[in-house]
C-alpha cells in the first residue's frame, strides 16, 4: 500500500505535467487523451487515497476504542484499589483503637491493683507497728518489779522498813537502783533534713553513711513515702556495689510496699537490669516486659524496649509506644 506522501508526490508530478503539456503547445487531441489519463489516474489515486482514509480512520476509531477500554479497565482498578484502601486502613484504625483502649484498661487495672497493694502493705505496717507499741506497753519498765518478800500493800518489803539505828519515820537511804534514771528511748531524727543529707551523702559516693541515713528513714518512719523512696536508693546503693541479691530485694521492697511511689518504675528497670546482671536472663526480660506494659510512657520503659532490642528480643506491637 503506497504511503500519503508517496500518493502525494504523484499527484505534484501530474500536476506537473499537465503544465508542462499546456506550456508546450501539444495538439487538441493529444491534450485531450492525456487529460483523460491523467483523469484516470488522478481518480485512481483520489480512490485510493479515500480507501487509505477509511482505512485510517477505521483503525483510528479501534484503537480509541481500544484506548477508552484500557482507560475505563484502569480506572475502576484504581477505584477497587482506592475501596480496598479506605476498608484497610479503616479496619487498622479500629484495631488501633481497641488495642489501645485495651491497653489503656490494663495500664488502669495494674496501676488499681498497685495502689491496692501499696495500701495493704501500708495497713499491714500499721498494725506491726500498733501490736509492737501494745508489747511495749504491756511489759513493765526495768526496776519496777516488786522486791522478794515484799508484802502487798507495802511495795518493797523490807525495802520500806528503817534500818537499824534509823528513826522511825525517816527516810531511808537511797539505794543504788534508786539512783539509775530510766533508760531514755532513742528520738527519731528529722525527716526531711535526714532524707536530703543521705541523698547528698549518696551523689557524693558516701555509701556507708547514707545507706545509715536512708535505713533511719525505713525504720522511723515506714509509712511516709520517702521510705519507699529511701528503700530505692538503698537498692541503688547495692547496685552499684555489685550486691545484685540484696539491691533486688531492696527493688521488690519499693515494688511490694510502694507502688504507687515516683521511683517504682525505676526500681522495676534496676531490678531487671540486676537479674540480668546475674545471668537470670528469662527473668530479667521477664520484668522489663512487665514494666513496659505497667509504664509504658515513662522514661524507664523506653530505656527498657532499647535494652530487649539489643539484647534481640522480639518487642509485641503493643510494646512499640
Not at 6 to 17: H, V
Not at 113 to 133: F, G
Not at 287 to 313: C, D, F, W, Y
Request: proline share 7%; charged share 15%.
Amino acid at each position: 500500500m503506497q504511503t500519503p506522501g508517496t500518493i502525494r508526490n504523484r499527484l505534484l508530478g501530474f500536476a506537473a505535467m499537465l503544465f508542462l503539456f499546456a506550456s508546450a503547445g501539444v495538439p487538441a487531441h493529444a491534450v485531450s487523451k492525456e487529460m483523460i489519463e491523467l483523469q484516470t489516474q488522478v481518480q485512481q489515486l483520489l480512490d485510493m487515497v479515500q480507501r487509505l482514509q477509511s482505512t485510517l480512520d477505521q483503525r483510528f476509531t479501534a484503537i480509541q476504542n481500544l484506548a477508552q477500554q484500557t482507560a475505563d479497565a484502569a480506572g475502576k482498578t484504581t477505584a477497587a484499589m482506592n475501596d480496598l484502601e479506605q476498608k484497610l486502613n479503616a479496619a487498622n484504625d479500629n484495631l488501633n483503637g481497641k488495642l489501645d483502649t485495651a491497653s489503656g484498661q490494663v495500664q488502669s487495672l495494674n496501676d488499681s491493683v498497685d495502689e491496692l497493694k501499696s495500701r495493704i502493705a501500708k495497713l499491714d505496717q500499721a498494725v506491726a507497728n500498733l501490736q509492737t507499741q501494745l508489747q511495749n506497753m504491756q511489759q513493765p519498765p526495768p526496776g519496777s518489779a516488786p522486791a522478794e518478800g515484799a508484802t502487798p500493800g507495802t511495795p518493797g518489803g523490807d525495802a520500806m522498813q528503817p534500818a537499824s539505828g534509823q528513826q522511825p519515820g525517816a527516810m531511808p537511804a537511797a539505794g543504788p537502783m534508786s539512783a539509775a534514771p530510766a533508760s531514755a528511748a532513742p528520738q527519731a531524727p528529722p525527716l526531711q533534713e535526714t532524707f536530703e543529707a543521705a541523698v547528698r551523702d549518696y551523689n557524693a559516693a558516701r555509701y556507708p553513711l547514707a545507706a545509715q541515713e536512708f535505713g533511719d528513714i525505713v525504720h522511723y518512719y515506714p509509712l511516709d513515702d520517702l521510705a519507699g523512696t529511701s528503700q530505692f536508693y538503698l537498692g541503688e546503693i547495692a547496685y552499684q556495689q555489685q550486691d545484685y541479691a540484696k539491691a533486688i530485694n531492696a527493688y521488690n521492697a519499693v515494688l511490694e510496699g510502694f507502688a504507687g511511689n515516683a521511683k517504682a518504675p525505676a526500681a522495676q528497670l534496676h531490678k531487671g537490669l540486676a537479674l540480668l546482671a546475674e545471668n537470670k536472663r528469662d527473668q530479667g526480660i521477664r520484668e522489663l516486659r512487665e514494666l513496659i506494659g505497667r509504664h509504658p510512657q515513662t522514661p524507664e520503659a523506653r530505656v527498657a524496649r532499647s535494652k530487649l532490642n539489643g539484647m534481640g528480643v522480639r518487642i509485641n506491637p503493643n510494646e512499640q509506644h
